[in-house]
């Protein structure tokens, strides 16, 4: 294969350089493209076909349903590893030995607390505020009690920030959750495991010990290493292009907390309960919705199908559907939505809409049922989600920024008015 595209624009040929990545994808290098042609550049909404950086960190393949973290499927880091094990690996680069692990843990428990002074901040919440609002400002928040900068050539002071935010950030998750329930706001205990602290901070009754439940525990564990990373998806780009102006790591991870609130992205595996939670309560009638789906003058989307990237199963679905077959039965539960949302997948992938669309259940279809069975209220699948992104996100952003990738500033195709002089207001 050439090692250049080449371009003609008005009987001119420019060349640009072809680079391959690792997986032997290809990319077309046009770093130059607007100086060599005079000033052609290109537009591309949504960056559909546009890459914006060069990573190492997470590799998927939409075609073929392929998802690795730093060249490990996610198929055996879910059934393998545990989630601090894949948040070292994101963030390291490698899986930790034993001493690394154990040194990442309780360098992250000597940072698990936050200033009393945040409380004050979230008690001026209404109960009625969704809990992406207040995640979102809480972590922005955590940049007055934590005000230096982080200077990225440090290693030492880039690892100070990692676990500082790996500690905080789980007690900002519990305590968004119940002060929604009126729950006093419960700190854990040190002697937890990482993925059993949170768990007892958003569940701890004050009257009564908490019990640990390995099956909860296996279940968050899982689904938070399913949601760690996804290379440039909508909320991971916001982190790094809010890093790119050298915002702080904090506030760079409350803009991604932002943007993963979006129903078309994190904010889906709520409204997928919401959805099947209607077909429940409209007697199960999926074909209803399947048509609803299929109509473009219905702004209704079949929440948790579809995927940018995806073009097959996404892999992290497939093992999400087979973990909630085994929670809701280990748990004893009996969701009549997990069967609603089996006979929803079943008919879409047999529908010529959905099929010629390539339009698989992603992420967020089925993982909603695993945290309702788990005692989460839908209101905070979407923080669950962010609780997972988090090393992801601290990642990429420690990438791009010791990359010393440029700020990012994309520019545009101008389609709107030419020059025109100034009209005064008795003239228009
Ligand atoms: C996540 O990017 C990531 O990696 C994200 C994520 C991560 O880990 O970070 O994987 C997490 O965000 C998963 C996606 C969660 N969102 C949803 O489940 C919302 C429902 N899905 C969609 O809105 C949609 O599929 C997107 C937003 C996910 C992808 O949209 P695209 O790539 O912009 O595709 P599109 O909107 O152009 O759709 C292509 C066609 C259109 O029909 P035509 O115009 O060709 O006739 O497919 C149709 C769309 O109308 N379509 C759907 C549909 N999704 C796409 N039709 C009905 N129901 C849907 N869900």
Same mark, same amino acid.
């Not at 205990?189 to 495991?193: A, E, N, T």
């Given at each position: 294969m050439s090692d250049k595209a080449t371009l003609e624009i008005n009987g001119k040929k420019y060349e640009f350089p072809l680079v391959t990545g690792t997986e032997n994808e290809v990319a077309i290098d046009i770093k130059t493209l607007r100086g060599v042609t005079g000033g052609v550049t290109t537009v591309d909404p949504g960056y559909k076909n546009t890459g914006s950086c060069e990573s190492a960190i997470t590799f998927l393949d939409g075609e073929k349903g392929i998802l690795r973290y730093r060249g490990y499927s996610i198929e055996e880091l879910a059934e393998k590893a545990d989630f601090l094990e894949v948040a070292y690996l994101l963030i390291f680069g490698e899986l930790p030995n034993q001493e690394e692990l154990d040194k990442f843990h309780s360098d992250i428990k000597k940072h698990a607390v936050v200033d009393d002074d945040i409380k004050k901040i979230l008690d001026a919440f209404p109960k009625s505020a969704h809990p992406m609002g207040v995640l979102a400002s809480l972590t922005s928040a955590l940049t007055a009690f934590n005000p230096t900068s982080v200077n990225v050539d440090s290693e030492e002071e880039m690892y100070n920030a990692i676990v500082r935010i790996l500690g905080k950030f789980p007690i900002l998750v519990a305590w968004t959750m119940r002060k929604k329930q009126g729950m006093p706001l419960d700190y854990g $205990? $040190? !002697?937890?495991?990482y993925v059993e602290n949170i768990l007892q901070m958003m569940f701890k009754r004050p009257d009564e010990d908490y019990t640990q439940s390995k099956i909860l525990v296996n279940a968050l564990d899982k689904l938070l290493i399913l949601h760690a990373d996804h290379e440039q998806n909508c909320s991971t780009s916001t982190v790094r292009i809010t890093g790119s !102006?050298?915002?702080g790591l904090f506030v760079s991870l409350s803009a991604g907390i932002s943007a993963l609130w979006g129903p078309l992205h994190g904010g889906a595996n709520q409204a997928v309960l919401e959805m099947l939670e209607a077909i429940k309560e409209d007697g199960g009638d999926t074909k209803k919705y399947m048509a609803k789906a299929k109509d473009k003058s219905d702004p209704f989307r079949l929440m948790g199908f579809g995927h940018r990237v995806y073009k097959n199963f996404d892999p992290r679905a497939k093992i999400i559907k087979v973990a909630a077959d085994e929670v809701l039965s280990d748990l004893g539960v009996d969701d009549p939505i997990l069967d609603i949302a089996k006979g929803l997948e079943k008919e879409a992938l047999e529908d010529p809409y959905f099929v010629d669309r390539k339009l698989y259940p992603n992420v967020d279809f089925y993982s909603g049922i695993i945290y309702r069975a788990m005692g989460i209220p839908v209101e905070m699948f979407t923080v669950m989600f962010a609780l997972g992104r988090l090393p992801g996100w601290i990642a990429q952003w420690k990438e791009m920024r010791t990359r010393k990738e440029p700020i990012g500033r994309p520019r545009q195709l101008y389609i709107g008015e030419t020059y025109r002089p100034f009209k005064s207001i008795d003239k228009r």
């Open positions: $205990s $040190s !002697s937890l495991g !102006s050298h915002a």
